[in-house]
């Protein structure tokens, strides 16, 4: 057996055990549906969710809401963090206070979110904004300073302001880690949007799934979860091709 | 009735401070480079001689002292010094053009003239067909030619060089110090070149400044009169080699004395 089927075969082999042995087990009855559904009835009802238009729309509030609240969280990072790293007074100033709110986890802000904007997509976007904000600035600020000194002493030398340094030498060389850090937060976006969901929204996967607990539709749960698994995957996807395409530069000059 | 000097240091003494301790890095420096003129200045590591580059260049100012370059006190770096560095200093998100292009740019030149500039160079140098490959996809060889390049392409008449050819293999180093030779002669352009190679400054200098080990100072100038393409296998570049080669070892003696000295030095 050549080696590349041999790796294929040893990377199914475990996933199809488990969902024969899962599948048997459900079937037998030893365990219940409502603790553990087979993944048979998992895929139809995975089916059954997507057909009926509801996926759609629940992919599409939450999506919605992911971008929204990362779009005001990464756009007011960017900037603030762009000018924490370049300059020193700048970061004196908001370093204290953004030092204290960062350990918070965004969850946390749920009551306060929920009192400040009620129920719905406002309080969603401010939680989401929340949580993909510290890490564009934190990463922004990084690559700024990351920024060679070599860089900085040619474009010098060559004659350029102060601005025009800014915007040719700083910015593009800070872009791999500010990517890297928007890469981030929308991970963090993607899961705040599901908490934010089960407390505040009542629409989209995070409520989805939360309602199918109320019915004790175990498969329902498990396919919200597929879906939600997906559209992580495809996000972080997204994310990965438009840095390797802002990057071309950067590819191989480190790890 | 002779050119001023493209380059005049008059008394530079530098000072760094590190670790509460100060070391003197320039002492009593003067020199004068002649406009169009192509001097090496040429010691072991620790001679200063990447220091009065800078200095020069108006990135470091001196202690005490002044240095002049077209007449005017060097106060800040300026694209009438364009310096070419060991370390290509590429501006990796930018292709080789937008490189060669970018000290254009930023003096505010029309496009058209820009893109005509930059090509002519390219050419000049053989690096047409890289002209939108990114820095990363070069040997060091052509990222020192892109660096080069850039630095000619705004036209500035004080070159600086700081062991521009320091990182590179023999046979590439002595290719492209012969393309510097063939772009500097008749260019009118003043090359102010920082070597530890004895070698390399016999081949390309008008004059060859050996410097003394800390403080930096100017042991003395070995003007090297061989007409050029010069021949590194003739007797008189040997003799002339072993000359500055006694002149640079008494210094890199005290070098190594230091080295293996008292650590407080």
């Known amino acids: 057996m050549s ?89 004196q100033l908001f370093d204290p206070l953004l030092q204290i709110l960062r350990p918070i986890p965004p969850i946390a802000f749920i009551p306060l979110a929920i009192l400040w904007f009620g129920l719905g997509n406002p309080p969603a976007f401010f939680l989401i904004a929340l949580g993909a904000f510290f890490p564009v ?17 040619a474009a010098r030398n060559l004659g350029a302001s102060e601005w025009t340094i800014f915007r040719r030498v700083i910015l593009p060389s800070a872009m791999p880690y500010v990517l890297s850090g928007m890469r981030i937060g929308i991970g963090v976006a993607f899961i705040v949007v599901i908490v934010a969901e089960m407390t505040a929204v009542n629409q989209g996967l995070g409520y989805r799934i939360l309602e199918a607990r109320e019915y004790f539709w175990s498969d329902k749960i498990i396919a919200g979860m597929i879906t939600i ?27 | 009735m002779s050119a001023p000097p493209a380059i005049r240091v008059e008394g530079v003494r530098k000072v760094f401070a590190t670790g509460g301790r100060e070391v003197v890095a320039l002492d009593g420096i003067d020199l004068e480079v002649a406009a169009g003129e192509f001097v090496c200045l040429l010691g072991p590591s620790g001679c200063g ?33 364009a310096m070419v560095f060991q370390e290509y200093a590429l501006f990796p998100w930018m292709t080789v053009a937008q490189n060669v292009a ?28 890289f002209r939108d490959r990114f820095p990363k996809d070069l040997s060091g060889g052509m ?5 080069i390049a850039r630095v000619l392409a705004i036209d500035a008449p004080i070159l600086l060089m700081d062991e ?55 042991k003395e100038v070995v003007p090297v009169t061989l007409p050029r393409p010069r021949d590194p296998s003739s007797s008189e570049f040997n003799a002339l080699e072993k000359r500055v ?20 030095g």
């Open chain 2, 164 to 218: 521009p050819f320091g990182a590179l293999d023999a046979l590439t180093r002595r290719n492209l110090q012969e393309e510097l030779l063939r772009i500097w002669a008749g260019s009118g352009k003043t090359v102010l070149f920082v070597t530890h190679g004895i070698e390399e400054s016999i081949f390309l200098a008008d004059r060859v400044v050996v410097m003394t080990y800390r403080p930096g100072a100017v």
């Open chain 1, 3 to 91: 080696g590349r089927s041999a790796r294929l075969l040893r990377a199914v082999l475990v996933p199809v055990i488990v969902l024969v042995v899962w599948e048997v087990v459900s079937r037998t009855g030893a365990i219940s549906a409502i603790i553990m559904p087979a993944p048979s009835r998992v895929v139809v009802r995975w089916w059954d969710y997507a057909a009926s238009g509801e996926m759609l729309q629940d992919a599409a509030g939450s999506l919605y809401r992911v971008l929204g609240g990362f779009a005001i969280g990464a756009g007011l990072a960017l900037p603030l963090g762009l000018l924490m790293g370049a300059k020193e007074w700048v970061n």
């Open chain 2, 102 to 129: 970018f000290g254009l740019e930023v003096k505010g030149r029309p496009a058209p003239e820009i893109r005509e500039t930059v090509d002519s160079w390219l050419g000049k140098l053989n690096l047409l067909d």
């Open chain 2, 245 to 264: 080669t006694a002149l640079v070892m008494a210094e890199q003696a005290r070098h190594e004395r230091d080295e293996r000295g008292a650590p407080a």
């Open chain 2, 143 to 147: 990222r020192q030619r892109v660096a």
């Open chain 1, 229 to 255: 698994g997906i559209i992580g995957l495809v996000i972080d996807g997204v994310m990965g091709r438009i840095s390797a395409r802002l990057l071309r530069w950067h590819r191989g000059l480190e790890g």
């Open chain 2, 49 to 81: 001689k990447s220091t009065l580059l800078n200095a020069v260049a108006g990135f470091s100012p001196p202690t005490a002292g002044r240095i002049l370059a077209g007449g005017r006190e060097v106060t800040s770096p300026g694209p009438d010094r």
């Open chain 1, 137 to 153: 600035l934190v990463n922004t600020i990084a690559g700024v300073r990351h920024v060679d000194a070599i860089h900085l002493r």
